[in-house]
């Protein structure tokens, strides 16, 4: 299979005004179910996986698992690293095949982040592969999620406009009162930093912590810019709690049946946010 750069995807999007959503995958089965509801829907869409899945393959057995998929005319999609969090790693992914990369220093300094990800993006880009930095630390739920940082930060709209002016990075991961893993309560999404941000930046803006917000609040981030939002905590409730469901049943104690029957849901999972995303139809 063949990826495409994430900057198409995501200036598209821009464009209809309509979010791309990014599914996280960890091997060929859920790649597959991801495709096979972006099809059935025509829709554009991102695998993307990153140090919570590479234990259980590697960026270079991950992207030749991707690429090697027999999936015949799908529908645009991008290959993308997600919360890489060292160069040598991101380096791995672009010899992989990754179409898309994103390093995660938004833990660290102003001046560290800036200058990693100036270098990412002198790499990258005579490569064609898109470039996603985050400003602003996106933090987590609880500790259930391997993804996000101890304590959230906001993005302060100056300094993303001179964070992007300076790196030259394709896409911007934002805080805005997001973050990983399942709310515990609905969050209250800073709107007024996000179109500030936008209206600084004027690239496509990325929204980590997708799972779990509310419908009319994904419609308007959207609308003030957001391009990409990010799903992984639902894909892996829902692929969990079915394999739970059988094996305390006894039904499809066989594990690939048991697998089988899981990837319906996220298959579920999938459609749903497309609708949300409002991607449907825009392949």
């Known amino acids: 299979m063949k990826f495409i750069p994430m900057i ?3 200036e598209k999007a821009l464009a209809g005004g309509y979010a791309v959503p990014s599914f996280c995958v ?11 509801s972006a099809k059935k829907l025509d829709s554009p869409v991102i695998l993307m996986n990153g140090p919570g899945e590479f234990p259980l393959l590697s960026p270079a057995v991950m992207g030749n698992v991707a690429c090697s998929l027999p999936f015949e005319n799908p529908t645009p999609c991008a290959l993308h690293l997600d919360h890489g969090d060292s160069l040598k790693q991101v380096k791995a992914c672009m010899d992989a095949g990754y179409t898309s990369v994103m390093l995660d220093f938004s833990a660290r300094t102003f001046n560290e982040n800036n200058a990693a990800l100036k270098e990412v993006v002198r790499i990258a880009h005579p490569l064609g592969i898109t470039v996603e930095g985050e400003l602003g630390s996106v933090g987590k739920v609880s500790d259930s999620t391997s993804e996000g940082g101890v304590v959230s930060t906001l993005t302060d709209p100056n300094e993303a406009y001179n964070y992007v002016l300076a790196t030259g990075i394709d896409a911007l991961a934002v805080s805005i009162g997001n973050a990983h893993g399942h709310y515990t309560k609905l969050p209250k999404l800073r709107f007024d930093i996000l179109g500030e941000v936008y209206s600084k930046v004027k690239i496509p803006i990325v929204l980590h912590g997708g799972s779990g917000t509310p419908d009319e609040d994904i419609k308007k981030a959207v609308s003030l810019g957001v391009a990409k939002v990010n799903i992984a905590s639902e894909l892996n409730s829902a692929f969990r709690n079915s394999l739970k469901t059988q094996w305390n049943s006894g039904l499809n104690p066989w594990s690939p049946l048991a697998m089988h029957e899981a990837l319906k849901q996220i298959a579920s999972v999938v459609e749903k946010w497309i609708h949300i995303s409002g991607s449907q139809g825009k392949a």
């Not at 960890?26 to 096979?36: D, H, S």
């Open 8 to 10: 198409k995807l995501l």
């Open 26 to 36: 960890w091997n060929a089965e859920t790649m597959m179910t991801v495709l096979k």
